[in-house]
């Protein structure tokens, strides 16, 4: 009996052997229980639409704001100081070309035209005189040298007379001095006319500079009264009467509402096409909406300058008939239609994948290719869309124009049936949302 006991406590269970055996216990459940067949998820197919990938020539197009002026633009004011004492029109009156807008004080500039007036007659008389003096000057040396010439007969019959002994010596000195003295007088009165050419050359100076200040009175006296440079509307009338204006001084504005434009900014990238496009004489027409109406318009200069911290350059556009009433410094929309590009794709915005990526069908699946964005335009029914080239795309590709959030090559698709969808409606109802 006691070696049974003994027996039985050697083979008393520990709690390691517990745990193994349980364990073991376990693993044979586990293993032995029915097996269950395996559920395969099928792939999701992401529903999207496509557009055949035919290339064709298109032109492309440039939503820009544009600003109207006016090439004939001008703000009128004052080129003389003087009081105002009429104002003949108000803010938005029609003149025409000619008509007198204001009326300034004259008496100064009429006074000053007098002056100038009296200098001018005063010089004419100096001249007067002068050209009576070198006249009567240039008698007096025709006569001085007949003189000159009686002189020299007798100064050679004295010298004659004494060789014969006929004379005195003291006679042929005499007439000697009298050849000199008279030789002298013959010279003095050439000096004389040639200082009397000199200051008729003076005085002649001096009246074309006094015709000049005369004329210039004469202008003062005009522009006291203003008159308008060509036809057009007034506007931004700022003179009242009594107001003492100076040189300079802003009166008024007047622009011409037949010769207006429209000044717009067109990106730095398109401007070397857009100025080829000019040189060679293509048209580069345009819309501009005013007042819920199009306008058509057409490009005819670039700015030669990039503006500063801009990248766009000035691009002007005339319209073919402007609005009427059309105020200054508006600013319009303008739909700007480039010289068409050759061998294009137009597609969605949505299409597009950062700036030169889109995705292709490939079989049912996303195949990615590069592209070169061109440039973009708005298609008829009012769509924005990127112009794409590339060599990767043949015409019998088609491109997916449903922005899918998990792009990605090789992801399954399925073409929609039933035309274009909508992506956001393709969220609501599931699709397209991975796991769902």
Excluded: C
Excluded at 235 to 248: K, T, W, Y
Excluded at 313 to 341: H, I, K, M, N, R
Excluded at 356 to 368: E, I, W
Excluded at 428 to 433: S, T
Aim: negative net charge; glycine residues 6%; charged residues 30%.
């Amino acid at each position: 009996m006691k070696q049974i006991k003994t027996l039985f406590a050697r083979l008393r269970p520990g709690p390691i052997t517990v745990l193994i055996g349980a364990i073991v216990a376990a693993a044979a459940l586990v293993m032995s229980r029915p097996q269950r067949p395996a559920i395969e998820i099928p792939e999701k197919a992401w529903s999207v639409d496509v557009i055949p990938a035919v290339p064709s020539a298109i032109r492309p197009t440039l939503e820009l704001y544009a600003r109207i002026e006016s090439p004939q633009d001008a703000r009128l004011s004052a080129a003389v100081e003087a009081d105002i004492l009429v104002v003949l029109v108000q803010d938005g009156d029609t003149v025409a070309a000619g008509d007198e807008l204001l009326v300034l004080d004259d008496r100064d500039a009429r006074f000053e035209l007098l002056q100038r007036d009296a200098d001018v007659q005063e010089i004419r008389a100096q001249i007067n005189l002068e050209e009576q003096r070198l006249r009567r000057n240039k008698e007096s040396l025709f006569k001085e040298r007949e003189l000159l010439e009686l002189t020299v007969s007798n100064a050679e019959r004295a010298r004659s007379l004494y060789k014969d002994n006929l004379v005195s010596l003291s006679n042929v000195d005499d007439t000697a001095e009298e050849l000199k003295r008279q030789e002298l007088a013959v010279t003095s009165r050439q000096l004389i006319i040639e200082e009397s050419d000199i200051r008729k050359q003076q005085l002649t100076a001096q009246l074309q500079r006094a015709k000049a200040l005369r004329d210039k009175a004469q202008l003062s006296l005009d522009r006291t009264r203003l008159v308008a440079p060509f036809a057009g509307v007034i506007s931004e009338v700022d003179a009242s009467v009594g107001d003492r204006v100076r040189i300079g001084d802003e009166l008024m504005r007047l622009h011409n509402p037949e010769a207006l434009e429209l000044r717009t900014q067109v990106p730095t990238r398109f401007a070397a096409r857009v100025r080829d496009a000019l040189s060679a004489g293509v048209r580069i027409g345009a819309n501009a909406e005013f007042s819920g109406a199009d306008y058509p318009a057409v490009l005819t200069r670039l700015s030669g300058q990039t503006r500063e911290g801009s990248g766009s350059v000035d691009a002007y556009l005339v319209f073919d008939a402007p609005p009427q009433e059309a105020p200054l410094g508006s600013t319009v929309p303008v739909l700007l239609s480039l010289p068409a590009e050759v061998d294009v794709i137009a597609v969605p915005a949505e299409a597009l994948y950062g700036r030169n990526r889109v995705y292709k069908l490939a079989g049912d699946r996303m195949a990615a290719v590069d592209v070169d964005r061109v440039g973009e335009r708005v298609s008829a029914d009012g769509r924005s869309e990127v112009l794409i080239r590339s060599s990767q795309l043949t015409s019998d590709d088609r491109i997916i124009t449903t922005k899918v959030s998990s792009a990605t090559n090789g992801l399954l698709v399925r073409i929609r049936q039933g035309g274009p969808g909508d992506s956001d409606a393709m969220l609501a109802a599931g699709e397209g949302r991975p796991g769902s």
